[in-house]
């Protein structure tokens, strides 16, 4: 379930909101139309669209809800090109599906619609502490998340075990927490091993660690800024601001260049990791590490049976850190912030409400193995199957989960952000083989540069 994270189109900024009437909107039908960017044949639609037939059956005397699923093109230029032409013919429906960094853009565009003082009292809390932060913009509530992710370190469990019992001695258990020096002083002996070795389990060898580069060369930059912002995280920093505008002496601070050049290290020569590497890498036994995407439980128990994979927990940048740092976040529910009809409103987020709430997270999980986003239904995991390697991979990701995810920045730029981030400082190090602080050091002033200029737009 690898995603290719949406980037806001920014055509709502030539927009008046000004000249928009709320009885002209989409929501004034009397049912409540719902769109979602699942296709009607995905797992993810069909469990939205069984949801919503209990909701019409138990709510008769209650508007009925429509749920219409928009098939996404690519990266999901076609749910949000529809969504954009909504926007700007002032015909958006009631509610709407978001990935969570773009929330924030469309909240500073004026589009989304507050939660709060509508909700049910001690609804939101509910969610997990990150999917709350998710979905909060100066302080309001403006996104349910339906589902959660997570990532975590896999390795290739035949190469380790041929490994001498010095260098075994490295790998953690899946219920310790580890460093990036850590992980690359594994990776480290690892590569030297496999490079004199002719155990078959290294027979397709080709690097220590399979880090999903390409993905961002290929233009899935969200892959890049979800996986390795986290580098930030576990070193007390990160890629903008809690004000969401601001990356000059943060984004380039002396943690930010700290953190990068040891993840750096990686592409030391003889490199451990690659900007090229081959696809599916770790999953054809290619790499002996990955840092894998939740996804990877499920892609790899169904479609490569006889890899056997180990999973332990995305590692700290600093071991004195003791605050959130692994990564997290998904789609959630929004609502049209034209709407001003107050009974309507409370008659659409009664609708969210069911569609998020602690049973519809657990249904979601059977369904289509969303992580929950609610805390009572996290239990819901099963750890206790008869296969060892996905109960240790979900054991892992409900840890963290409960314990250490934190959400990504909350940003009315978040797209741009993340676009460089990835772009002009993740893959130029791995492309350039760049390990020196002084040059990364430079990267980061580059890319605050341009974000800079950029974001300029949002600062009041």
């Known amino acids: ?59 008769p005397d209650k508007p009925q809800v429509e749920i219409q699923n928009i098939t996404r093109a690519g990266a999901g230029s076609g749910y949000i090109d529809k969504l954009n032409a909504a926007i700007t013919a002032n015909d958006m429906p009631d509610i709407f599906t978001l990935d969570g960094p773009d929330i924030a853009a469309y909240v500073d565009s004026g589009l989304l619609g507050e939660l709060d003082e509508y909700m049910s009292e001690g609804f939101k809390e509910g969610f997990t502490e990150s999917i709350i932060a998710q979905g909060t913009v100066d302080g309001k509530f403006y996104g349910m998340g339906y589902s959660d992710s997570g990532v975590a370190i896999m390795y290739n469990e035949d190469m380790m075990n041929a490994l001498p019992e010095d260098i075994k001695e490295l790998v953690p258990a899946a219920d310790e927490d580890w460093t990036w ?48 912002t986290p580098v930030l995280w576990g070193n007390d920093t990160n890629i903008v601001d809690e004000d969401g505008v601001t990356v000059d002496g943060v984004l380039n601070s002396e943690k930010s260049v700290e953190a990068l050049t040891k993840f750096a290290k990686l592409f030391e020569e003889p490199q451990l990791a690659s900007a090229s590497e081959s696809e599916k890498a770790f999953h054809s036994g290619k790499t002996a590490l990955s840092v894998s995407g939740f996804w990877y439980v499920s892609e790899l128990t169904s479609n490569y049976p006889n890899l056997k994979f180990k999973t332990v927990r995305y590692p700290k940048m600093n071991d004195d850190y003791d605050g959130l740092y692994t990564p997290s976040g998904s789609w959630a529910f929004v609502r049209n912030g034209q709407e001003e009809d107050e009974e309507r409103i409370k008659q659409v987020v009664e609708v969210m409400e069911w569609l998020n709430n602690d049973e519809a997270s657990e249904e979601y999980y059977h369904a289509n193995g969303s992580i929950p986003t609610r805390v009572n239904s996290i239990d819901v995991i099963d750890t206790n199957t008869d296969n060892p390697y996905h109960n240790e991979a979900w054991s892992v990701l409900k840890y963290q989960v409960e314990n250490t995810n934190k959400s990504r920045p909350v940003s009315p730029g978040y797209p741009y952000l993340s676009e460089t981030f990835a772009k002009d400082v993740i893959l130029k190090i791995g492309q350039n083989k760049t390990t020196d602080p002084a040059t990364i050091k430079e990267y980061l002033d580059e890319a605050v540069k341009k974000i800079d200029i950029e974001f300029e737009k949002y600062k009041k």
């Not at 806001?8 to 769109?35: Q, R, Y």
């Not at 669209?49 to 019409?56: C, D, L, S």
């Open 1 to 59: 379930m690898k995603k290719l994270f949406l980037y806001v189109s920014m055509l709502v900024l030539s927009f008046s909101l000004v000249a928009c009437s709320s009885s002209e909107t989409g929501g004034s039908d009397e049912k409540i139309v719902i769109w979602t960017q699942a296709a009607a044949d995905h797992p993810e639609g069909k469990m939205f669209a069984e949801r919503v037939k209990q909701y019409n059956e138990e709510h």
């Open 181 to 228: 020096d850590q992980f690359t002083e594994l990776a480290r002996k690892v590569d030297d091993f496999a490079k004199s070795s002719d155990d078959p389990a290294f027979k397709d060898y080709e690097s220590a660690v399979s880090l999903l580069l390409p993905d961002i060369t290929a233009g899935a930059y969200e892959t890049g800024t979800y996986y390795f």
